[in-house]
């Protein structure tokens, strides 16, 4: 049971560099999330996907795009990393908007 | 606009007490309430849920009590052992689900001393 999938694990980026963070869920979920986790902040969404081909932005979208490339398959990149974006990235799906959300085990992404 | 709200931030329990976490929210058009728990390392995973037409729900040591009225919501985990010891999410769902999913409170930091 691979569940919600998403690469790399562990990441250290430069100052403008960019990157892109790759997940895939094989449940058949229709709607996929990005969030991220800071200390004291809880889980924040930046991004999300209802369905295939449709994609809008969370709480905290800014520096960051997103690919729903397929059912599968839901992509965040950083075009330009900044330090404020060193955080734990969570990918995330469900079979409906609002429903039961499977999380990832998350992505360790250092901005120095 | 923070539309749910959880305390404390942090708690500390003895092996064999009870744990509380409670969460407040705003918006009456919340139909779902699970909570999360999220070991170190790992990500959160659904622990628990109510919808509002029942006042408690049990599964084994953890119990969530809905008090639609005063739109408040907790957790409470009887004989709290250290594998407990996790971060607990709350969270909240529109009807027929917001297309953003869940709004999470912020989280409580859990540890149960041995």
């Known amino acids: 049971n691979a569940g919600v999938t998403q690469t790399p694990k562990f990441q250290v980026l430069k100052t403008g560099q960019s990157m892109t963070l790759q997940c895939a869920q094989d449940?058949?979920?229709?709607?996929m999330y990005w969030y991220r986790q800071d200390p004291g902040m809880g889980l924040r969404l930046i991004y999300y996907s209802a369905s295939e081909g449709t994609t809008d932005k969370g709480e905290v979208p800014n520096g960051y795009n997103v690919s729903r490339l397929n059912k599968r398959e839901f992509s965040l990149r950083l075009e330009s990393a900044a330090p404020s974006q060193t955080s734990v990235y969570f990918c995330a799906s469900s079979a409906l908007s609002g429903n039961t959300i499977y999380f990832g085990e998350g992505s360790w992404l250092t901005v120095v | 606009q923070q539309q749910v709200k959880q305390s404390p931030q942090s708690l500390i329990v003895q092996k064999g007490g009870i744990s509380i976490i409670n969460c407040a929210y705003e918006?009456?058009?919340?139909?779902?309430f699970p909570w999360y728990q999220q070991f170190p390392g790992k990500g959160p995973a659904l622990l628990i849920a109510?919808?509002?037409?029942?006042s408690e729900k049990k599964e084994g040591r953890f119990t969530i009590s809905f008090n639609k009225s005063a739109k408040q919501f907790s957790l409470h985990i009887m004989d709290s052992q250290p594998g407990d010891s996790a971060t607990y999410f709350c969270?909240?769902?529109?009807?027929?689900?917001?297309?953003?999913?869940?709004?999470f409170g912020k989280g409580t930091h859990l540890i149960i001393q041995p």
């Open positions: 969270a909240a769902s529109m009807k027929g689900g917001g297309a953003d999913g869940l709004t």
């Open positions: 918006n009456t058009a919340f139909d779902y």
């Open positions: 109510i919808r509002p037409d029942v």
């Open positions: 449940m058949n979920h229709n709607s």
